[in-house]
């Protein structure tokens, strides 16, 4: 048990179920398709910097990914896509709506530990559009282990804060679970909170940041070692 802590918060992608793969397999039908364009390496970055203008406008998830995808393939096609190339880009976008959010090795025999348990509460808090965040989480079947969800279109110190008002607690009494650093560690560690990470097998570019020891920080390789920390 971790001296403190009250409020136990989990990130969903790529830390209760797998959904960054469905994205690279996406990219890679898209850029076979785009092939006489240039090559993946290529298309991938360009792709890059379209979902990194359109941040602002579009947010996160697979609604906006498939939208830059097209705008990237407009581009490099130079506006010559066929019907069929456009009907390809969002049938790819489409597959990643249809994640199945199946609960990766260990995450429902911890959380079914730590909610029986009893000492903390747990919450989960979620970065992306609303509506596939929502299905995502009724099809998981966890959405029972959690006395508070919260779905955000960012993860800045500001929603931190905000999670913990709502749950009644301090940022300090927080322990926030997740696979990025940048998103779900370091906000927390900066407020005082404290952070376990456990890295995906793969990672959004735009999640990629230096990571660091802390004294509040554990490191983890597979969901049950969470027990251990705070059982």
Same mark, same amino acid.
């Given at each position: 048990?971790?001296?403190?802590?009250?409020?136990?918060a989990? !990130?969903?992608?790529?830390?209760?179920?797998?959904?960054?793969?469905?994205?690279?397999?996406?990219?890679?039908?898209?850029?076979?398709?785009?092939?006489?364009y240039?090559?993946?390496?290529?298309?991938?970055?360009?792709?890059?910097?379209?979902?990194?203008?359109?941040?602002?406008?579009?947010?996160?998830?697979?609604?906006?990914?498939?939208?830059s995808?097209?705008?990237n393939?407009?581009?490099?096609?130079?506006?010559?896509l066929t019907?069929?190339?456009?009907?390809?880009?969002?049938?790819?976008?489409r597959n990643?709506?249809?994640?199945?959010?199946?609960p990766?090795?260990?995450?429902?025999?911890?959380?079914?530990?730590?909610?029986?348990?009893?000492?903390?509460?747990?919450?989960?808090?979620?970065?992306?559009?609303?509506?596939?965040?929502?299905?995502k989480?009724?099809?998981?079947?966890?959405?029972?282990?959690?006395?508070?969800?919260?779905?955000v279109?960012?993860?800045?110190?500001?929603?931190?804060?905000?999670?913990?008002?709502?749950?009644?607690?301090?940022?300090?009494?927080?322990?926030?679970?997740?696979?990025?650093?940048k998103?779900?560690?370091?906000?927390?560690?900066?407020?005082?909170?404290?952070?376990?990470?456990?890295?995906?097998e793969?990672?959004?570019k735009?999640?990629?940041?230096?990571?660091?020891?802390?004294?509040?920080?554990?490191?983890?390789?597979?969901?049950?070692?969470?027990? !251990?920390i705070?059982?």
């Amino acid at each position: 048990m971790i001296e403190g802590v009250k409020v136990v918060a989990f !990130d969903a992608d790529d830390t209760l179920w797998s959904n960054e793969p469905l994205f690279r397999e996406a990219e890679r039908k898209v850029a076979e398709e785009l092939s006489e364009y240039g090559d993946f390496q290529y298309i991938s970055d360009e792709l890059y910097k379209v979902e990194f203008k359109n941040m602002e406008d579009y947010g996160f998830g697979a609604k906006a990914y498939t939208l830059s995808m097209i705008e990237n393939a407009v581009n490099l096609s130079g506006g010559k896509l066929t019907g069929e190339q456009i009907m390809l880009i969002i049938e790819s976008g489409r597959n990643i709506l249809h994640n199945p959010a199946t609960p990766l090795p260990g995450v429902e025999e911890t959380l079914t530990a730590l909610k029986e348990d009893g000492r903390y509460r747990l919450a989960l808090l979620t970065k992306g559009e609303l509506h596939d965040q929502e299905r995502k989480i009724k099809r998981s079947g966890l959405g029972k282990y959690f006395s508070h969800i919260d779905i955000v279109s960012k993860k800045t110190q500001e929603e931190y804060v905000t999670l913990c008002s709502e749950m009644g607690s301090e940022p300090s009494q927080l322990m926030m679970v997740g696979n990025s650093f940048k998103s779900d560690i370091e906000p927390v560690l900066q407020l005082g909170g404290w952070g376990i990470h456990i890295p995906a097998e793969m990672l959004w570019k735009l999640e990629h940041t230096e990571e660091y020891d802390h004294k509040k920080l554990f490191k983890v390789k597979t969901f049950e070692e969470i027990i !251990d920390i705070l059982l």
